[in-house]
């Protein structure tokens, strides 16, 4: 099933779904959370626009690591259903990337040293990513409960490519990217320290070779730690993994950019 199709199944059960009149007890109306995310990068680039010659593969062509990067989240609750949701990290990523093109390779209009039909470039990606999100309880069960997550993914990309072979043929773009993202998160009680999470969500829309797509899954377990602390505290940790896929085209200019990695998360809850 494609993922469009899924995330059209999500909203109509969203918007079908009543909420329960037993909704889950909040004792708490703040969350904060502090992640750290050991990341992998992947991803590719197949540019073809005016200005533009160039296909590699960020992961098959180049040698970038693995990056450990913190973020930070806030959740508030909105009465018994609902709350908000924000979240930042910064993600920078460097390496070598080996590229090709039809007889010249060349990016935003720079054109780069070629040898054996190859070019060697030196690759810089910075990117903001903010997440802006609300959730409305959807279902609730004994053992856990469902929200419908809706908003926005705000992505600010910086990238600059120099040429290895000539640190004068160098080139940046800059883009900021507001991605709606909608889906579903939910929780399941495995015991009375432990539980299950996890969300799925994202975005697509495609028209005229112009467009883009958004995928976004978290999961992992909690185990709470500390309960009602004397600054009336509950503390949780988390284990789990994620992965932040984004696809964008223009016309003949197609870029994928893809992180994963496990992830581990320390919570208070207040």
């Known amino acids: 099933m494609k993922f469009k199709s899924v995330l059209i199944i999500l909203l109509i059960l969203a918007l079908a779904i009543p909420a329960t009149s037993s909704a889950r007890e ?37 040698d970038f690591g693995k990056k450990t990067v913190p973020g930070f989240g806030w959740i508030h609750n909105i009465g018994k259903l609902s709350d908000v949701y924000v979240h930042y990290n910064k993600i920078e990523n460097s390496g070598r990337l080996r590229a090709v093109g039809t007889r010249t390779v060349s990016f935003n209009g720079t054109n780069y040293t070629v040898v054996g039909g190859v070019a060697t470039i030196n690759m810089d990606l910075k990117m903001d990513i903010f997440d802006i999100l609300g959730a409305r309880e959807i279902a609730r069960g004994e053992n856990g409960y469902l929200d419908f997550v809706y908003g926005f993914k705000i992505m600010k990309c910086s990238f600059e490519a120099v040429d290895a072979a000539n640190v004068n ?34 975005f697509s829309l495609n028209r005229s070779n112009k467009g883009g797509t958004l995928k976004y899954l978290d999961f992992g377990v909690e185990y709470k730690i500390k309960k009602q602390t004397s600054q009336n505290v509950d503390w949780s940790i988390m284990l789990g993994y994620k992965d932040e896929y984004v696809k964008g085209n223009d016309n003949n200019n197609n870029i994928v950019i893809e992180h994963k990695g496990p992830q581990f998360k320390i919570v208070g809850r207040f």
Do not use: C, M
């Not at 991803?43 to 992961?59: R, V």
């Not at 507001?178 to 539980?195: A, E, I, Q, T």
């Open 26 to 62: 909040r004792k708490f109306k703040n969350e904060g959370e502090l992640t750290i995310w050991n990341n992998e990068f992947g991803g590719s680039l197949n540019l073809g626009n005016a200005g533009y010659n160039l296909k590699s593969n960020f992961k098959g062509d180049g």
């Open 169 to 202: 043929n160098r080139a940046s773009y800059n883009v900021t990217l507001p991605l709606p993202n909608f889906g579903v998160r939910g929780v399941y009680h495995l015991s009375k320290d432990w539980n299950a999470y996890g969300q799925f969500s994202g």
